[in-house]
């Protein structure tokens, strides 16, 4: 077995006895789904006060909520279409909380071009669910694209861990973007022939 298989065994082994804790104590899904939301907040706080390494410390934490809610559900036998929508709409709030606290740090420093570049890097964000969300109202599937929320919170605990977040942005700010537009091509590939719907 190679150190990174080991290190994947390890990990999923130690993912797997969190679920099951979490399971036999009956906590509900929802309610991890809704702390993951309140520690990303403390981690926006942090991004507003400067502190990224901290901040990026958080945000590790509040990913094993991430990881485990959708796990604790099927485990403990809790799946429900309404825990899927508030588990998608919370993810939107927590990313917005991160993009905020890093508005408020570059307002506060002066650093107006990076403002517009959060700005944009939020808009891509909202727009990748949006586009996805609205795809699939008239397609079977709309997955796909490069860069979806697991790999935006890797871009930015590295960025943070690293207080290298400037470069990170630019990447997200970019690729996001061209992933909404990847999907509005997809989209229209896969509507041709079809007749319209309007919302």
């Not at 307002?107 to 944009?120: D, M």
């Not at 890797?154 to 690293?162: F, S």
């Amino acid at each position: 077995m190679t150190f990174t298989r080991a290190i994947g065994v390890s990990a999923q082994f130690i993912l797997e006895r969190i679920v099951r804790a979490l399971s036999l104590a009956k906590i509900h899904p929802n309610v991890l789904t809704a702390v993951g939301l309140v520690i990303n907040i403390a981690a926006a706080v942090l991004f507003g006060k400067g502190n990224f390494v901290a901040a990026g410390v958080v945000v590790l934490g509040a990913g094993l909520f991430d990881m485990v809610d959708g796990r604790v559900a099927r485990a403990s036998n809790t799946v429900t279409p309404f825990g899927a929508f508030f588990d998608s709409v919370v993810d939107r709030y927590s990313d917005m909380a991160l993009y905020m606290g890093l508005l408020v740090y570059y307002a506060r420093v002066g650093r107006s071009l990076y403002v517009v570049l959060v700005a944009l890097v939020m808009a891509g964000s909202v727009m990748i669910s949006y586009t996805r969300a609205r795809a699939e109202s008239l397609i079977p599937s709309c997955k796909v694209g490069f860069l979806e929320r697991p790999e935006r919170i890797v871009l930015i605990i590295i960025g943070a861990l690293m207080n290298r977040m400037g470069p990170v942005l630019w990447i997200i700010g970019v690729l996001s973007n061209v992933t909404v537009v990847h999907r509005c091509i997809y989209t229209w590939q896969q509507t041709q022939g079809r007749a319209p719907s309007h919302s």
